[in-house]
């Protein structure tokens, strides 16, 4: 079960992935982040409900306080990183956010008292080693700016984000967790939409921006939001956690097929190393090596 549910991990991570270009398409028609991620609620919380509102409709009190603080972490997370991505290059917000691997064994260990196995910590390594080489912050360097600042807080809350849905998800059903993300996230996008980016709005080219907004909703935020919250009930926090982080590297492929950047040795090689990294967090290499040998043994027996 928990190598099913981090397989469909992977496909979220996939679905992440994508969105970046998207999103460069939406801020291309000058759409700013808060109008898009509040489009993005409205269209995940209304698929929500028209597939799942029996079980909305039986929404216990205790559901909606996990939901809310799972829905008020998702909508810090995703306007810390927009907002951020229009004052740092993509690479330097890609690596900074990958820090959260790094924070998310800790945070389980303070909260949940699980001390991590020692792969994790060499999949936690391979993985930060892989975003140096995606970004390729290996060659160029990494210049500070504000919106480092921000993806830096943004990785922080995403950590905790991360932790805290291990527990929602075994306490609250995914339907209502993953309404509850679209509905706030609409709202405070509403607001924040109305207030501090109020004078960005006459400037959005609808036309432009829609078509890359509705594949957000539909399938970025409804559908991988909708199988996150799925799959993350049966695997646990920090493999979750690692193996979303391939996004970026899906992110970096989709660029390349769209023509964004092009397909370097940088790529290639972070690409394995997270590919490697994922794979020694799924499974249990030891016990595979130590099944061989018994099992080798006993057929050399006579």
Not at 60 to 72: L, R
Not at 239 to 251: D, H, N, Y
Request: aromatic share 12%.
């Amino acid at each position: 079960m928990q190598s099913r549910a981090n397989r469909n991990l992977l496909l979220v991570a996939f679905m992440w992935g994508t969105s970046y270009t998207f999103i460069k398409m939406a801020i291309a028609g000058n759409m700013p982040p808060s109008v898009i991620n509040t489009l993005r609620g409205i269209i995940s919380s209304i698929l929500v409900y028209i597939f799942f509102r029996r079980i909305i409709h039986t929404m216990t009190w205790k559901e909606f306080k996990i939901g809310a603080v799972c829905a008020v972490f998702n909508f810090v997370v995703v306007q810390l990183q927009s907002t951020g991505l229009e004052y740092t290059t993509p690479s330097n917000s890609s690596f900074i956010t990958s820090i959260y691997v790094i924070l998310l064994p800790f945070i389980a260990w303070l909260f949940f008292k699980r001390v991590p196995p020692l792969k994790i910590y060499v999949s936690i390594v391979l993985c930060i080693l892989g975003m140096v080489f995606l970004t390729g912050i290996v060659s160029s360097g990494l210049k500070f700016h504000i919106g480092d600042f921000l993806t830096i807080l943004s990785a922080i809350f995403y950590a905790l984000q991360m932790t805290y849905y291990g527990y929602a998800t075994k306490n609250a059903r995914p339907q209502v967790l993953a309404f509850q993300l679209g509905f706030v996230q609409a709202i405070c996008g509403i607001l924040y939409s109305l207030t501090v980016d109020v004078g960005k709005l006459p400037q959005i080219n609808w036309g432009v921006a829609i078509g890359p907004v509705i594949y957000l909703g539909v399938v970025a935020t409804f559908a991988a939001q909708v199988i996150q919250m799925i799959s993350q009930k049966y695997t646990d926090t920090v493999t979750a956690g690692l193996v979303l982080m391939t996004e970026s590297l899906f992110a970096s492929i989709v660029s390349v097929i769209f023509h964004v950047e092009s397909l370097t040795q940088n790529l290639i090689i972070g690409g394995s190393l997270v590919i490697m990294a994922t794979l020694i967090a799924q499974f249990d290499i030891r016990g595979v090596i130590t099944r061989y040998i018994v099992n080798r043994n006993i057929v050399k027996k006579p």
